[in-house]
């Protein structure tokens, strides 16, 4: 008997302790972005608009891919590092600052360049162990994170151009023209060397 | 609840042989301790630890198979929350015809444990009351977790196959 | 009614789309009318191998995976794995570190919880506290992704350390959240935890005995909530838990029978108290210095099995690692709180209402792709 | 009536027809229309109380959101499932709004005047009318031919059954202080004053009202007691197969369901549309009172749908069974017995009536203390910026 008023009296009172707390609540401002339309980019817009409700986009926010070719040294660590091998590189030696022009500051590390540097998007799970991975911090995730597009294939995304490529490989192979003239050029030195010597 | 000396392995090793009359050796291993037991003596032994005063490993916290080579290593992971122990129970069964007694009496966990290494490594458990896969639809072929085992061409209307995109993105 | 008016059992499938099977899980019940005979668990729709993953990617590479395992405690997962691996190679982690590791782990605890509360809640059909429970989750959310930079797959534990350093003011502002958290929290258990109605339909269902929970071998929350005191944090101390005060929370039977449904759901309420208390002493005690051990790039473990078990919001969760001395783990297993959870379903699911059932599912805290992995 | 039969040349009968055609149209319009925005005001309503928008796209604040959604049912194919029973399939769903629409007849959308008839068992004839909508929910149940529709159906049968008991027994309460079956005779023995309404009339009728007022809700499957359609137990229960225009409906139903819940436990409980004595009569006032009045109790149900768990069925009956049918009880004898002393001292009355009022106000006044209070506690900053 005693536990069935008291379910009555318990009943009634949670019932009304509830319904002030969902009207509560009812007051409160929505913190509901409207993403299109709310400017989410800048931290003082959100902080007007939602009084500190909500945290802006963190400096190290893990969007898609990007990558600087300049510094990039072709190094395949990332490559490595990868657990579901979503980039694809393909180096050739040749000296990077000529093959790119002068616009980049820092200096060329390496005299080797990206023939293909492909980031399978759709495949990419956002981990960061790339960017971890990478010595020269070539790779880095940027802050954008919409990415529509159409058809699948429009998620590989391409950093090397063919114009790039071709002068690359085209490149190389002076290089390598180069090289072996300058190798025929010591062997006949040597040649002479030991002609004379001889 | 708790007691402050915890047994170690050679100690229960020791408590083993001396109540089941049954050869136990201790494994050699880099990391944990564990406890070799003949497959034929697993389901004695298994209940000797469960009822044991001085161990009450009533606990069963993990059962798994590790193909490595021409065996399939066993493992149960056992718990005593009455002594704060730990131990690991290790047999080994061949690949060829890998059955060993189900611990389901034992410990009621073991069903599911077992039905899941039966789907994945195909090992009998002889006196399981309900040997079915549990990942894997039952009309799938071959034991995926297997060193051996060749992912299939297709499951039903299925294909398994690499895509275009994927084929020229790394061919 | 007559015993010669002849009834019929019916088999309905709960799921694998059902709105409280909480991911892709089939029930198959046999009811007569409202009442539940049998009921048989069909799990592995999330079935994803990554199991059989972890025998084809680098040591460090399984570290995003661990993420997929559980979502809702990636940070947790991350840690089990990184600390197996650690113990193999015999990695010291830096103090700082751990503290991160702590203060990262437990605030992804909460937010874990608060999802499982909320989920239960939504069972129940009180959607609000789920929206309001959900809000606050996105708050941590947000405060996670300030020093890792994603939101739900965290990959920020690394083996020896940790991937980043906590951002500049970021205890103040983790204080600032505690302050609001506490009492927003407080106040939506008042609107549904202490609620007659709820309390009536989750007391006295489904309750699971200690040593029935032991022979099933519950975890967590759910052993707790039956009464076992087994908390591996303080029973088998890692990191630096042993530095720190805390209760370990366990059903008390305060309105029903021991570890019914209101007991496994009452531990985590008191769990994320606990959690908010140990965040308060780490954010006070946490020392400067490094957050990376130097680790090899290429790591080899020695051969040899590592079974270790850490505790996760869905309870203790086992990592056995076998390794060949290879680049790659030979046989990873997982076993986590959802798939011992799940296995006492049949069980338990006998002789009560199909509404029992769905604050059943609703208080073990079945999280569907750790059950399958 | 003149003008029809005097201009156009009708006969009596014909003109009727026209007359109440006319009539039917203006309720069934107001009834859509109040449906059609309930549905709208509950999703921003729960919106809000989950601090989110709800729907604000389709024109301002989302008002049009119930017409893209009614266009959109309404497009949409009407799928009749395999193994259906299709007659009663396709039948059901105008049963149930029939159902719905049948209880307009007897209930006031302003004045004493403004009913469609007033019927001198209107009371019984609300009573008897509600419980065809029980037919019609079984029927959807039980011939989608699947299982979690059954289910729900045979719930709503269960429950809306035993549901009707306790509601006309706590109806009984207005009867007896009204004296007569009639609601325009229940109107007006209600004054326009607080305390003059049947509701705060005595803790008896007080009781009635909170019984009438439960009973109602599980009548209407409004959470707490929307078990038919639990969504995390039943999927969607009775309705689950419904697709199309035959589904917009049910949903019509639904909502109009909450409407007649607000209209009847004005018209019976708060005092209906009665204004004090100078505006008496008054045909836009009386509405406008009557109507204000039924939001508000729209709203108090719209608010208890987003506070609530659901109940389980077993404790479903038990509510009823145990707990409102003795009240209702209690509220009957209880209020005969006061209006037999009160008929020896005609002064207690009033009295108690004021005095169930001002205890009613210091209720509401803790209550919204209690609601300042965690209004309160709801602003703390989180400071995440």
Known sequence: MNAYFNNIKNGIQTVFEGMSISLASFFVHPITIQYPEDDISSAEKLKETYKGQLGPMPENYRGILDVDLSICTACQLCVKACPIDCIVIDAVKCDKSKVQGTKSEKPAVKTRTCTRFDIHMGKCMFCALCTLACPTGAIVHTKVFEMNKYQLQDLVLSFVSEEEKEKAIKRDSELKVEAAAEKAAKAAKEAEKTEEEK | ?171 | MTSELKTEHITINMGPQHPSTHGVIRFVIKTDGEIIHECDPDVGYLHRGIEKIAESVTWQGFVPFTDRVDYLASMNANWAYCMAVEEMLGTEVPERAEYIRVIAGELNRISSHLVAIGAADMDMGAITPFVQLLREREYINDLLEMICGARLTYNYYSIGGVNYDLPEGFSIKVMGFLDHFEVAVEQMHRLVTYNQIFINRFANVAAVSPEMAMDYNFVGPNLRGSGVKYDVRRNKPYSIYDKLDFEIPIGTASVGTLGDCYDRYFVRVEEIRESVKILRQCLQQIPEGEIQAKVKNAIKPPVGHKYIRTETPRGDTGYFIYSDGKTSPSRLKIRTGSFTGMSIIPELARNIFIADLVAVIGSLDIVAPELDR | MNLLTDTLGMTEFWANVVIMLIVCTIVFAVFALMSGITSWAERRIAGRMQSRYGCNRVGPQGILQFVADAVKLILKEDLIPDGADRFLYKITPYLCLMGVLATLVVLPLGSRAMMVADLNVGVLYFISITSIVVIGILMAGWSSNNKWSLLGGMRSAAQIVSYEIPVAMSLLTPILIAGSLSVGDLLDSQGWLPWEWTAFQTPFSALAFFVFFIGSLAEGNRTPFDLPEAESELVSGFNTEYSGFRFAVFFMAEYGNVFLIGLSTTALFLGGPNLPGFLQGNPFLSVAVMMLKTIFIMFVVIWLRWTLPRFRIDQLMDLSWKYLLPCALIAFFGQSVFMLVAHQIPAITQITSIVVFIVFLLIMIKFIGRIRTNYKEQSIPVGLN
Request: proline share 5%.
């Open chain 2, 1 to 171: 609840m708790f007691k402050e000396h915890t047994l170690n392995t050679t100690e229960i090793i020791d408590l083993i042989q001396k109540n089941t009359q049954i050869e136990v050796k201790a494994s050699e291993n880099s990391y944990d301790a564990s406890i070799i037991v003949e497959p034929k003596d697993v389901l004695p032994v298994m209940k000797f630890l469960k009822l044991s005063r001085d161990l009450s490993f009533k606990v069963l916290s993990s059962h798994t198979a590790v193909h490595d080579g021409e065996d399939f290593k066993l493992f149960w992971n056992l718990l005593s929350y009455e002594h704060n122990l730990e131990t690991t129970i290790e047999s080994s069964v061949p690949v060829v015809s890998p059955q060993i007694q189900s611990v389901c009496k034992v410990w009621k966990a073991a069903d599911w444990l077992e039905r899941e290494s039966y789907d994945l490594f195909g090992i009998q458990y002889i006196d399981h009351p309900d040997l079915r896969r549990i990942m894997l639809p039952e009309d799938w072929i071959g034991f995926p977790l297997r060193k051996d085992y060749q992912s299939p061409e297709g499951y039903q209307d299925i294909e398994n196959s690499r895509s275009e995109i994927d084929k020229r993105f790394k061919p």
